[in-house]
């Protein structure tokens, strides 16, 4: 059997690695560069109803080991992603994670129902936690009761499985994990961005025109090996583990913590190879560690 | 094909106040096919800073596998970049995005390139081919100063230069766009790279009938993922519209993109 090979719900992955949403665009860039098929899966950029130009650039703000970003869920709308982006990514042999995004239920729930009907797309992954729109999005993410209701309106519709993206901007991320749960939801797919801020201190402003950002990239690592810690041990929901990954290393840290799978995010930009290359060194980990199964390092810290 | 190669830094200058040229080995020069196109480079080997810098390509040897890029050390990046030597080596990732389309200027015609501050560096590998290739230019190469100015020498052996100083320390003083009015520069065509604001009064001169530009803007990934670096086409009804500087650029058509 091969080692890094996991099934999860609407999933059969190769191999437990996939680039996150919003750092691999559909992954036309990146096609460039590897096959497409080497990976676990895509999280696809954020998809809405309507396409969104998204926020005034300056978009991006370096902090020291991560990044800021307000690009605001900039995406051509539901029927150009479906129409050119998910019917171009079929040539590839890969699962599609795609991700939902909206102002209002409505919207999550018109971009799920005709999403989940592509056929590469293997599961949905609702974001209710991006930091950079104006509406919805964070509020979702951070009432446990409407979390809960949308994501059970969600699963009303869709075709496929429904993974939930938890927002670390909470204070108790056990009860968001719960309410999802409750509603229904397949799987969780956790942390999206902290919210920061950077200033000029020459000319006194916020950096990004958004003035406040979503933080990415191996800082906020420790927080979300917290919150998978804690998650984990509190739903039987499988997890999708993001938030800083850069090394093979930083990915054994995540399964001890509780993941079942992970995403790789800001990496993508510092290195657009490290997908493939994280996979290639995994399974080397593996064998050199004498670990039969990628799945048996889960949990290991508080098991 | 993009690649990521560690190069070898062959020789490294301070050649103008902050202004740094360095010199680069290895066998990724092989693709650089066309000016105007950029390096992303990861400037450290740690996590700090953490994303790459974009610089432009300055001239390309590739008979020596060897291209040369100047900087303006800055930032905490360009700072660490400056501290690299001979032997060194650099992660760069390149060449990436989209250049300056040398054959638009026909044998026999006149080009006008015009350059702002650390816009200067990628208009001479442009000058160096079009030259090759028929053409004769003319450069307006804009400073904040003298200390700031580099490269006039290098841009008067291919033809005819002009420098533009804030402060009229050096060459004329004034703006770009002011030497090109003051001498009635026309040209077939023109070719333009420095700040945003320089480069919507330069299309507003209206000194050739048409011409290319090149933008600068904060990037992300340099290869078109991240949409950190986004601009909006001048046409557009629907103002969902976009361009991804890094990745359709940074080389536009005059007049496409809003500037």
Redesign the interface.
């Known amino acids: 059997m091969n080692r890094l090979s996991i099934e999860l719900p609407g999933l059969s992955l190769k191999n437990p690695v996939m680039p996150a949403s919003g750092c691999f665009g559909f992954g036309r860039e990146y096609s460039q560069l590897y096959d497409l098929g080497s990976l676990g899966a895509i999280m696809i950029k954020a998809t809405t109803e309507e396409p969104r130009y998204g926020n005034p650039t300056p978009r991006v703000a370096e902090t020291p080991a991560g990044m800021l970003n307000a690009i605001g869920l900039q995406n051509p709308g539901l029927e150009k992603v479906i129409e050119n982006e998910l019917e171009w990514l079929k040539q590839f042999d890969v699962p599609i994670i795609a991700n939902v995004a909206g102002s209002m239920t409505e919207d999550y729930v018109a971009v799920a129902k005709e999403i989940s009907k592509a056929e590469n797309v293997h599961a949905l992954e609702l974001n209710i936690s991006c930091p950079n729109v104006k509406t919805g999005g964070i509020a979702f993410g951070t009432v446990p009761e409407t979390a809960k209701e949308l994501t059970k309106r969600v699963k009303e519709v869709s075709d496929v499985p429904v993974y939930v993206k938890l927002s670390p901007n909470v204070t108790n991320i056990v009860e968001m994990a719960k309410a999802v749960e409750d509603g229904g939801a397949d799987g969780i797919t956790m942390i999206n961005t902290l919210i920061g801020m950077r200033i000029d201190v020459k000319t006194a402003r916020p950096i990004l025109s958004n003035r406040t950002g979503g933080l990415s990239g191996p800082a906020v690592k420790p927080v979300a090996i917290r919150m998978v810690y804690e998650v984990s041990q509190q739903t039987r929901l499988p997890i999708i583990g993001m938030g800083g990954i850069s090394t093979v290393e930083d990915i054994i840290e995540f399964y001890l913590a509780g993941a079942d799978a992970v995403a790789v995010g800001t990496a993508n930009f510092v290195n657009p190879f490290v997908c493939p290359e994280l996979i290639e060194q995994l399974d080397q980990y593996l064998e050199a560690h004498n670990i039969n199964h990628i799945s048996e390092l889960k949990g290991r810290s508080w098991k | ?2 690649q ?1 190669e560690l190069m070898t830094v062959t020789s490294q200058t301070e050649i103008a106040h902050n202004i740094y040229e360095m010199t680069l080995q290895g066998t990724l020069v092989d693709e650089m096919n066309e000016p105007g196109r950029f390096v992303h480079l ?1 400037t450290g080997d740690d ?6 810098r974009p610089i432009s390509i300055a001239r390309i040897e590739q008979e020596k596998q060897e291209f040369t890029m100047i900087y303006r050390a800055e930032g905490a990046g360009t700072i660490a970049l400056a501290k690299k030597r001979a032997g060194d080596k650099v992660d760069v ?1 390149g060449p990436l995005g989209h250049g300056f389309p040398v054959e638009e200027a026909k044998s026999g015609q006149t080009a006008l390139l015009i350059g702002g501050g650390i816009g200067v560096p990628p208009l001479y590998e442009l000058s160096r081919r079009l030259n090759a290739h028929g053409v004769k230019t003319i450069h307006v190469l804009g400073f904040q100063n003298q200390e700031a100015a580099f490269y006039t020498e290098q841009f008067l052996a291919l033809g005819e230069t002009y420098v533009a100083t804030v402060d009229g320390s050096l060459g004329e003083k004034g703006f770009v766009t002011d030497v090109v009015r003051n001498h009635g520069i026309t040209a077939d065509i023109f070719y333009s790279c420095g700040p945003t604001l320089m480069l919507k009064a330069v299309e507003q001169l209206h000194a050739a009938p048409r011409g290319y530009i090149s933008l600068e ?16 086409p001048a046409q557009d009804e ?5 361009l991804k500087i890094c ?1 359709d650029g940074p080389v536009f058509p005059a007049g496409e993109v809003a500037l």
């Not at chain 2, 996590?47 to 790459?52: A, D, K």
């Open positions: 094909m993009i990521k990861k996590m700090i800073p953490l994303l790459r990732l803007e904060r990037m992300g990934c340099g290869i078109g993922a991240c949409f950190a670096c986004v601009c909006h629907s103002g969902t519209a976009y990745s």
